[in-house]
C-alpha cells in the first residue's frame, strides 16, 4: 500500500515483475543486503529490460519519486520512471558513489492500483531504493528507513 500521508520506501528487489536483463547484486552495504543493477556500460534505452510494481495508492495527489542508486560514471547513471501508460521520464544517479536522487518529474497517482516501471536507460546503473513523496521539500538521507513490500492489484 502507498500511503500519501507518509513517505513510502520500496525495495527495488522486491519488485512485481522482472523483465530483460535487469539483474539481483548481492551486496550487505545496501538496504536489505541487495540492490539490482544492469550490467554492462554505455547508453542502451531498452524499454523491455524493466522492474515493475503494482502499487495500491490511498490518500492519492503528486509523488515525488526519489531512487538510491549508483551509476559509475556519467554513461551508467540513469534509468527511466514510468507510470502506468504515461510516457517515461528520467531518473538520473549520483556518480561514483551510492546516493539517493529525485526524478526528473513528479508523477500524480489516485486512489487505487497504478503500475511503477524503472526502466533500462543506461547499462551499468544500480537502484537499491525507491521513494515516493508527496512531500516535495523531503530530502532522503543514508539507507532510508524499512522499506514496504507493494502490494499487488
Not at 500521508?5 to 551486496?27: C, M, R
Not at 503528486?62 to 547513471?77: A, C, I, K, P, Q
Amino acid at each position: 500500500m502507498i500511503d500519501g500521508s507518509t513517505a513510502n520506501f520500496i525495495e527495488a528487489e522486491q519488485y512485481s515483475s522482472v523483465s530483460g536483463n535487469f539483474q539481483l547484486l548481492a551486496d550487505g552495504s545496501r538496504s536489505g543486503g541487495q540492490a539490482m543493477m544492469v550490467p554492462g556500460s554505455g547508453m542502451r534505452k531498452d524499454p523491455n529490460t524493466a522492474i515493475t510494481f503494482n502499487l495500491n495508492v490511498q490518500n492519492g495527489g503528486t509523488f515525488y519519486v526519489w531512487l538510491l542508486g549508483y551509476g559509475r560514471d556519467g554513461s551508467t547513471d540513469s534509468f527511466f520512471v514510468k507510470v502506468d501508460d504515461r510516457g517515461a521520464f528520467d531518473a538520473v544517479l549520483v556518480q561514483g558513489k551510492w546516493g539517493w536522487k529525485k526524478a526528473s518529474e513528479s508523477v500524480k497517482l489516485s486512489d487505487g492500483p497504478h503500475t511503477l516501471r524503472i526502466t533500462n536507460r543506461e547499462d551499468g546503473a544500480h537502484v537499491d531504493k525507491i521513494l515516493l513523496t508527496k512531500d516535495k521539500k523531503f530530502t532522503p538521507s543514508d539507507l532510508g528507513p524499512a522499506a514496504l513490500v507493494p502490494q499487488c492489484s
